[in-house]
């Protein structure tokens, strides 16, 4: 198993281009989750998803839209980019236990916008 | 959502045991206690839950009180491998928050 993939690995924008994160995950896991990560600071969640054509609001979701067409995948767009959506984006996934999920995380995407 | 509240950085040598104190003074009835550990340029990766008592498994015990408020992960005997980032994070289903985590630097 691939476990949680995500492409690209490092992407270079100019402010007010749009571009998409993908995440894929082999695991059959129902949730999935985009974190942004800046440097120093911990994880902040952006969007999750608890199934296939679902998706909710995190933390910090302005800028950002998701979706969850299949239920092994989960996109993140950015539709006008800013230097302020300068970081580091994970993608997790997890399968609800009815308790605290484990979350089994990619090797993140390095997004930077100039 | 229940805050966490740890030591923003810890220092240690090889060979000694680690205990990273996380405070968590409103968790909830439902909420379970995990821990995450991330190196740099990876994702984090889960180390150890629970909800009372004392968890242990192959690479770290959790240690947590009756009233919950607090918990303790212990790393016995760490090396400069288990120089990381260390997370703690409390809660129940996907309503969980990640901090800022604790900064361990092992030292030879």
């Known amino acids: 198993n691939a476990g949680v993939t995500q492409t690209p690995k490092f992407r270079v924008l100019k402010t007010g281009q749009s571009m998409t994160l993908l995440c894929a995950q082999d695991m059959n896991h129902e949730y999935m989750y985009w974190y942004r990560q800046d440097p120093g600071m911990g994880l902040r969640l952006i969007h999750y998803s608890v199934g296939e054509g679902t998706t909710a609001k995190g933390e910090v979701p302005d800028g950002y839209n998701v979706s969850r067409l299949k239920k092994q995948n989960f996109l993140l767009g950015l539709e006008s980019a800013a230097p302020s959506q300068t970081s580091v984006y994970f993608c997790?996934?997890?399968?609800?236990?009815?308790?605290?999920?484990?979350?089994?995380f990619g090797p993140g995407t390095r997004l930077t916008v100039l | 959502l229940a805050k966490t509240t740890q030591p923003i950085s810890m220092d240690s040598y090889e060979g000694q045991e680690v205990n990273i104190t996380c405070s968590h003074n409103n968790i909830a009835t439902n909420d379970y206690i995990t821990w995450y550990q991330q190196f740099p340029s990876q994702g984090p990766r889960f180390i150890i839950q629970?909800?009372?008592t004392k968890v242990t498994n192959e690479v770290a015990s959790l240690f947590i009180p009756a009233d919950r408020k607090s918990s303790t992960l212990s790393l016995p005997r760490v090396s400069l491998s288990d120089t990381a980032v260390y997370y703690c994070l409390v809660g129940y289903d996907d309503k969980i928050i990640f901090g800022k985590g604790t900064r361990l630097h092992i030292l030879p």
């Open positions: 997790a996934s997890s399968y609800p236990t009815g308790g605290s999920d484990e979350q089994f």
């Open positions: 629970g909800y009372k």
